[in-house]
């Protein structure tokens, strides 16, 4: 590993990008199953830009109330955001379609608009728990009432392996995903964000 990082390709990310950075971020589309995607340091780093894509400061967000972007992110969503949760409890961290569909707020002046629904696959606090598909297949309803899902995907790797199922058969029902590459590949450092190249677009602008 050591080897590979000191004789690998390298260049500038504010003028054509690093070559291999570029062919990581290429290789994670083709297994994610996503138009775009872009390397950053850390899952954290990852989930926060993509609230920052999707909200606006006043917004609502659904998440599972023990959640890692709720319970693990130094309050990141309200410091960074100034986005506000709605929280539902889980079945070790799946959450209940109909939950939260009754969650989406209404458009209405004294309501803040809900405007994301996050998941976490698997979910760091049942024990790494992997969330079953019919979870992923019933909350992407919110897209019916036009509420994009984001997948804390940082051991989505170890849920295709427990689970027999490829990546995009999951990240099919999200707009958005992260993806640690520290956890499932054990490399040293870094995280991938992917979704369609629009959201990416808006991705690299929240990163810098």
């Known amino acids: 590993m050591r080897t590979a990082m000191a004789e690998a390709v390298v260049g500038d990310d504010v003028l054509d990008g690093d070559p291999t950075v570029g062919r990581l971020e290429a290789r994670a589309c083709e297994w994610l199953g996503k138009e775009a995607s872009m390397f950053v340091p850390s899952g954290t780093m990852a989930n926060q830009i993509a609230i920052g894509v999707w909200t606006s400061p006043g917004d609502e967000i659904i998440v599972e109330s023990s959640c890692h972007v709720l319970s693990f992110e130094s309050g990141a969503i309200g410091a960074l955001h100034g986005v506000q ?30 405007t994301l ?14 969330l079953p598909m019919a979870c992923f297949e019933g909350v992407a309803v919110g897209a019916e009432a036009g509420v994009p899902v984001h997948l804390d995907g940082a051991r989505l790797a170890h849920a295709t392996v427990a689970s027999g199922l490829a990546a995009p058969l999951w990240t099919q029902h999200v707009a958005s995903v992260s993806l640690c590459l520290s956890k499932g ?22 990163r810098k």
Request: net charge negative; proline share 8%; charged share 25%.
């Open 85 to 114: 949760t709605r929280t539902l409890d889980g079945d070790r961290g799946a959450l209940d379609p109909k939950a939260v569909a009754a969650a989406i707020r209404p458009d209405f002046v004294h309501c803040p608009p809900t």
């Open 117 to 130: 629904i996050c998941l976490e696959q698997t979910h760091m606090s049942s024990g790494g728990s992997v």
């Open 185 to 206: 590949l054990g490399a040293p450092v870094g995280s991938i964000l992917a979704g369609d190249a629009d959201f990416i677009e808006r991705a690299r602008r929240i």
